[in-house]
Every structure is written in C-alpha cells, then in structure tokens.
C-alpha cells in the first residue's frame, strides 16, 4: 500500500480544527458588530481571536510549506493563499484580516472532497451575504450620510446587492462601503453563474440518466423479442418435424 505523503496527511489532520477556528473567527468578528455597545475588554477578546485564527492559518500554510516536495512549486500554485496570509500585515485593518480568512477557509475547502460543489457553493453565499452585510454595517453605520445603520439593512442591502437587484433604497456612502460593494457585485454574478451551471448540469445528467436506462430497457425489449421470435421458430422446427413423422 503507497504511504501518504506527509503534506496530504497534514492537511487531512488539520481541516476540520482549521473550519472549527473559521466559524470562531466569524463569530468573534460578528459580536463588536452587532452590539454596538460592547465594551472595550469584549472587543480587545474579540480582536485578539481574529488574529489567533489568522495565526494558525499562517502557521498552517508554513507547515504546508516545509513538508512540500517542491517548494517553489507549493508557493507558485498556492500563491493565493500566500497573499491571504501576507494581507492582514500590510495595513493592520478587521476587514482585511475577514477578506484573508475568507480566502484561506475557501482554499482550504476546496480541497475536502467530500464537500460537493452545492453545499460549497450554498456556503459561499452564506458566508459573502453574512460577512458582506457585517463588514458594510460596520464601515457604514457611523457615517453621517449612510443610511444603513442596522444589520436588517446590512442584510437587506447585501441580498440585493449580490443578486443584482439594487433597489437603491439601501447604498453606501464612504469609500470603503462602496469597496465592499464592488467586491459583492463581482462575487454575486460569479455565484450566481455557478449556480446557473450546476442546475444546468444537474438537469443535463438527469436527463442523460434517463436516456441511458430509457436506451437499456430498448435494448432489453428488443433483445427478448429476438429470444422469443428464436423460440417460435424452434416450436414450429419441432411442430414440422412430428408433422413429418406421422
């Protein structure tokens, strides 16, 4: 039996902890969020999780790292996950330590192939439309212009915005929301394009299933048409042969 390599079972061994840190993570960004009036020792928690979960994805991709056959390799075909890893360092902002986590739980489901190409995708838009209206309603709800100042109208807005409704009644204003904004639009009509296709191809193979058992039992029937034409032609072989005989 061929041993695994030390890479793969790395990686095996890791990813639930490593999804279980993601949804810590989700959560201890959420509660500053949410409740506006948390105080100063609850948020300095809640930030100091952030970055222990940014941590151990970094520590994560350094480990994958040393136990890579190819080194150069490993960096050039994850170099994603390199740029998330590298993202929160540049300029010390929560959104952009959200904007790396997201990108590393997704490299790192992807490569759980239990995980069908639905279930991620409904994830993936329950992860955007949660983190999106989170991340809007914080950069959002202290501006003077704004007019998103709760999470219903982070979430409404958010919906609208990745379906690509826009009913206007919700926008940004700063900078940074409209940022938000664009980067939810791209990931909305991408979303929804795999949507689309996954339908599409989930009806083409019912339909292809249906034609290839709709093509056996053809091929049955005319098999045992031909069994039974054979059988009448022996039965009137034999009724000419005892004919003859008498």
Known sequence: MKEQ?????WEHLTQRPLMALAVLFAVAYAVPIVDDAAGRSLTTVCTAIEWTVWGAFAVDYLVRLSLSRDRRRFVRKHWLDLCAVLLPLLQPLRLLRLVATLLLVQRRARMASQIRLTTYVAGAVVGLLMFGSLAVLSVERDSPDGNIRTL?????WSFTTMTTVGYGD???TTGLGRIIAVGLMLSGIALLGVVTANIAAWFIA???KD???ERRQTEAIVALTEEVRALR???TALQEQQSVRH
Do not use: M, T
């Not at 390599?5 to 079972?9: G, S, W």
């Not at 219903?152 to 409404?156: H, I, L, S, T, Y």
């Open 206 to 208: 019912r339909f292809e």
């Open 152 to 156: 219903g109208d982070a979430v409404w």
């Open 233 to 235: 032609a022996q039965v």
């Open 211 to 213: 034609d290839v058992e």
């Open 5 to 9: 390599p030390a890479q793969d079972r």
């Open 170 to 172: 919700h926008a940004p």
